[in-house]
């Protein structure tokens, strides 16, 4: 069985960092692609960023894209997402997810496995 674990998450002011991390159980980690997400209050869930199983490849949203890094090491089953020049609209709960896939895919509907999310907040 798979269990996702997020921590990072917090109050931050607008411009400034958080380090989400994702710890992950299970052997499954090494061999799927993951990815995040996020939720904020009267919004559809909005995907954040993927990253196949090697790490090779890396894929984000256009909301997201040159500010947010994910990463990984399959070595301790943990799962990064880099978050810089944070805004209030990125204010939401965070979720990493596991997919079915080694492939990186931006669907939620892809991802079997997910945490308990970890929330965000950026003040202006």
């Known amino acids: 069985q798979v269990q996702l674990v997020e921590s990072g998450g917090g109050l931050v002011q607008v411009g400034g960092s958080l380090r989400l991390s994702c710890a992950a159980s299970g052997r499954s980690f090494s061999t799927k692609a993951m990815g995040w997400f996020r939720q904020a209050p009267g919004k559809e869930r909005e995907f954040v960023a993927a990253i196949g199983w090697i790490g090779s490849y890396t894929y984000y949203g256009d909301s997201v894209k040159g500010r947010f890094t994910i990463s990984r090491d399959n070595a301790k089953n943990t799962l990064w997402l880099q978050m810089n020049s944070l805004k209030p609209e990125d204010t939401a709960v965070y979720y990493c997810?596991?997919?079915?896939?080694?492939?990186?895919?931006?669907?939620?509907?892809?991802?079997?496995?997910w945490g308990q999310g970890t929330q965000v907040t950026v003040s202006s």
């Open positions: 997810a596991q997919s079915s896939s080694v492939v990186l895919t931006t669907s939620s509907h892809s991802y079997d496995y």
